[in-house]
């Protein structure tokens, strides 16, 4: 018999959320100019002329005095969120579009962040509904194994989802996007769930493989110190024995570790036999791991029982079940030495460990996944599930929830989107293909009012501004060597449009002149024509106005979040139309100066309890 289940955090209504949307996108709107403006073409499009009336020591005073780069809102400031929207629109002027109040522009791009919109649940809301009474799994810390960034996202979302998944009664979990497989590895690993990782990159799904490895190598150190542990300390209690205990302790021991080293080996290779429907999907098999969750603790016996840091490192990643509680074993003599009581639990351990190995497993897969896609013809065993993904590339977050609301099978979804630039857009091209799935708009508003981010527009929503708020400087110098550039390639080559890109040039230049040179040569441009003293002429020209180019750069980056706003809660609309879904949500994850893509949408289906 199924339990109850039990009650969510008050989610966001349908209406409430279209409303946060429909005033973003107003404002969004009136900042589209400056938002869709490339700054490689600063100087020659003349962009400040264009957009901006203030000067830019006036643009930037006023964003760090009023904007998102000052205080948060304070709760409740009228003064700083005023309620009509109109006020914030007067921040451009009606006719030449050009910016004339930054004071209000700041304020606006602070008023409609997500975390002042009021339309986010709290993390730890979700996490106390989620697991109720029940206590969080204690084992191991990814940042051993990865770097600062990654350990954090992968330890804050693995923690939900597991808690997701016990809210649902699932074991199984589809990781879209899942890369080189770190969120799917520590799933699987930390929490006993039967991981699926899809990666449309066979090099990626290569990576996973090779992560497997070094996960197991990691665990094997663990045990090795341990076993040297545990021998140490069993050497040591035998000294004070009788002889004639001495020698079967010995024994004992001995037998010990050979059990110890058989049950480092039983780490298991699965070959899965896995052919999609795509004849040309390239499928990668991993090894796999098998430690999940125990709780050895034996009460009073503890003393008697006690093992090395190191072992219970290990140990404290297994089942629940996977070692009997040996206050009620079938031993009834209290005479063992301390080396047997040992063995006879990590026997037990191998038996029970062995029999839960099915439920603990991550397979890395190759293929591209669309909103048509059906994942029974990838996943054999496929049964209730959810949906994750860790930062997933343009369109694919936007098919992770089409997947998710058209599949009865699929229970939950948690994704992190990122990479907007990378998204497909309905209203961009209007002469492609109209019956095309596309990334945005989702939501039936956007679409029926034709809305269009445009690339520019999207790129500048992948901005950080939180970590230009604590300090981390813009490259204003490589954007501005980028902008001269261009006039150079525009006055003395004729050459407006290319499809080749100049990349990393910037960091691998010793100045100006080398950087256009290397340029010069990526875009095949013959740069003999240019003599040094003609580059650094046009360098002078423009280096007395690269204040314009950082102040207009500030600007976009203090609007990123507001396109941001406008692309989360198109998803989030969408899923209200749904009518299959109990609960749905944003939730900020991570700090957004450690991962400034941090916000998930969530959502969860009308459960059956018997």
Request: proline share 4%; hydrophobic share 35%; net charge negative.
């Amino acid at each position: 018999m199924s339990r109850s289940p039990r009650a969510l955090p008050a989610q966001p209504p349908p209406a409430a959320v279209a409303r946060a949307l429909r005033r973003a996108a107003r404002f969004v709107q009136r900042a589209l100019p400056l938002c869709r403006a490339h700054t490689v073409e600063f100087f020659t499009r003349g962009l400040w002329e264009r957009l901006v009336a203030p000067r830019p020591d006036a643009v930037l005073e006023a964003l760090r005095a009023a904007g998102p780069l000052a205080r948060p809102l304070a709760a409740g400031s009228g003064a700083a969120a005023p309620c009509d929207d109109d006020i914030f629109s007067s921040a451009f002027c009606e006719d030449s579009e050009k910016l004339i109040n930054v004071h209000l522009f700041a304020l606006a791009a602070k008023y409609y962040s997500l975390s002042n919109l009021g339309v986010c649940t709290p993390l730890e809301d979700m996490l106390e509904a989620l697991k109720g009474d029940s206590e969080g799994a204690a084992g191991i810390k990814p940042d051993e194994f990865m770097n600062n960034k990654k350990s954090h996202e992968v330890q804050v979302m693995s923690e939900l989802v597991d808690s997701i998944a016990n809210y649902c009664e699932i074991k199984q979990v589809i990781d879209i996007g899942s890369g080189k497989g770190y969120l799917s590895s520590f799933l699987s690993m930390q929490y006993n769930l039967k991981v699926y990782g899809i990666d449309s990159s066979s090099s990626n799904t290569n990576g996973a493989h090779e992560r497997n490895k070094k996960l197991k190598k990691h665990w094997r150190a663990y045990q090795s110190r341990g076993r040297e542990n545990l021998k140490s300390q069993s050497l040591e209690k035998t000294n004070d024995r009788p002889v004639e205990s001495e020698i079967r302790c010995k024994t004992i021991n001995e037998e010990l570790l050979n059990n110890a080293s058989s049950l480092q080996n039983q780490d298991q290779v699965i070959i899965q036999d896995l052919v999609p429907s795509c004849g040309s999907t390239e499928m990668a098999i991993p090894e796999t791991i098998t430690e999940t969750e125990a709780d050895l603790v034996t009460g009073a016996q503890s003393q008697e029982t006690k093992l090395s840091e190191e072992v219970l490192a290990v140990l404290n990643v297994l089942p629940a079940d996977a070692v009997e509680d040996f206050s009620s074993s079938h031993c009834n003599c209290r005479e063992l030495c301390e080396e047997e009581k040992v063995q006879r639990k990590i026997t037990s351990l191998k038996t029970k460990a062995r029999k839960s190995s099915e439920s603990n497993l991550y397979f890395p897969l190759t293929s591209c996944i669309t909103a048509e896609t059906e994942l029974s013809d990838i996943i054999t065993d496929l049964e209730d599930c959810m949906l994750v993904g860790l930062h997933t590339c343009g369109d694919l977050a936007a098919n992770t929830l089409r997947i998710f609301t058209a599949k009865p099978e699929i229970k939950a979804v948690c994704s992190v989107g990122c990479c907007y630039h990378l998204l497909s857009e309905q209203f961009e091209n209007q002469e492609e293909c109209q019956d095309q799935v596309w990334g945005f708009p989702m939501c039936q508003y956007l679409k029926d009012k034709g809305w269009c981010c445009g690339r520019n527009a999207r790129m500048s929503a992948c901005l950080a501004l939180e970590r230009v708020a604590v300090g981390q400087m813009l490259p204003t110098e490589s954007l501005f060597y980028r902008a001269v550039l261009q006039v150079i390639i525009e006055e003395i080559y004729g050459v407006t449009k290319s499809d080749r890109h100049v990349g990393k040039t910037f960091s691998k230049s010793s100045s100006f002149i080398d950087y256009v040179r290397r340029s010069l040569k990526k875009l095949e441009l013959d740069d003999s024509k240019l003599p040094d003293n003609c580059i650094m002429d046009y360098y002078e020209k423009y280096q007395h106005r690269m204040n314009e180019l950082e102040a207009f750069n500030m600007l976009k980056v203090v609007l990123a979040p507001c396109i941001e706003v406008l692309i989360l809660l198109d998803r989030l609309c969408y899923l209200k139309e749904q009518e299959n879904i109990a609960w749905s949500g944003l939730v900020k994850l991570f700090d957004p100066v450690k991962s400034p893509r941090c916000y998930a949408v969530i959502a969860l289906k009308n459960q059956s309890h018997s």
